[in-house]
Structures are given as C-alpha cells and as structure tokens.
C-alpha cells in the first residue's frame, strides 16, 4: 500500500528546489540532488512534479506571485503620479539588491541558461519581462512626455542594469536617482 504524503510535501519541495535554482542555477541542479536536500523518495517528488521542466515552472510561477505583489505595493505606495511610480519601480528592483540572498531576476537568468529553449518556463519568463516592460511603457506614456517610448527605453535599461551589475551598492543607491534625471530629461 503506498504511503500518503506528509501535508506540505509540494510546498517542501517547492522550497528546496526554489533556493537551490536561485542560487546555483536550474542546469547546475538536478533532481536528484532536489530529492537528496528534501529527504524524499523519489516517486513522491515526481507525483508533485513529473518532470523538471514542472518544477521550474512552479519556481517561476511562485517568483511570480513575489514580484507581482512586490510591484504592486510599489506603485500603491508611490500614489498616483505616474514619474513617483516609476522611480518606485525601479527603487523596488535596487531595495532588493540590497538584500543579502539577493542573485539576480530569475526570469533573466533562466533566458541566460536557456537563451533558446521554448519550453513552459522560457516561454513565462519572456511573458513576465514582456509584461512588465509593458507596464514601464505604461506609466513613461502616463507621464505625458514627448517621447514616452524613449524614456520607457531608458528606465527599462536602468532596471537591466540593476540586475546585471549584481550588487552594487552605488548602483542602487544612485538607480532611482538617475530615473528621475530621465524623466526630467524628456520633459
């Protein structure tokens, strides 16, 4: 007779496998080092996840769930001024910087270690930076500058650059800053 999972069991995993893929990185960690941290077997990590290419997914879907409510307590925060939102966006993405388990956007690093693939996971990380590309776009055309598009292209590289510099004190301390400098730029 099989065994009944423990309550948690998913999340457990879920757990494991989102540390290990955020800081070593999803190709550097296999399943069976995932069942080896939970203390699993392995037919009780693939009822949950019947392939990794599910777990990844449910890793990104749960960086999802952060982000989306870290965005959006950002701009609730900045009021309704669509310039005060955008330098809270990116003084979201420059706060978490500062954060000492801080590796990078998932959805970037996964694009770095797949640049090709087509899978469920590449295909949510292109989704998630599309849309809140979008919503830069968004709020650069809310602010009613000329050249909306052009100073959505410059918040959007200051937010890559963010992520690419790894942690940079300076950089983050100076990113909101220099979103302001654009917007007063293009006004």
Known sequence: MARTAAP??????????????YTEGIRAVGMSRIIGEVGCGKNLLYAHFPSKTDLVAAYLGRFREW???AEAAALRDAGDDPAD?????????????????FRGCPFRNLLTEF???????????REYLEQ?????????????????????DRVWLIIDGLYASGFRERAADIAPEMVRE??????
Not at 8 to 21: H, K, S, W, Y
């Open 85 to 101: 939102r955008l330098v809270a966006l990116v003084a979201e993405v420059a706060g978490r910087m500062r954060r000492p388990d």
């Open 132 to 152: 809140t590309r979008e919503l830069v776009g968004r709020l650069a055309r809310e602010t009613g500058v000329a050249d909306a598009e052009g100073l959505a």
């Open 182 to 187: 654009a917007i007063a730029a293009a006004r």
């Open 8 to 21: 948690g069991t998913r999340e457990r995993i879920l757990d494991v496998a989102t540390a290990l893929f």
């Open 115 to 125: 640049p090709a693939g087509d899978e469920q996971p590449e295909r949510m990380a």
């Open 67 to 69: 982000r989306d409510r």
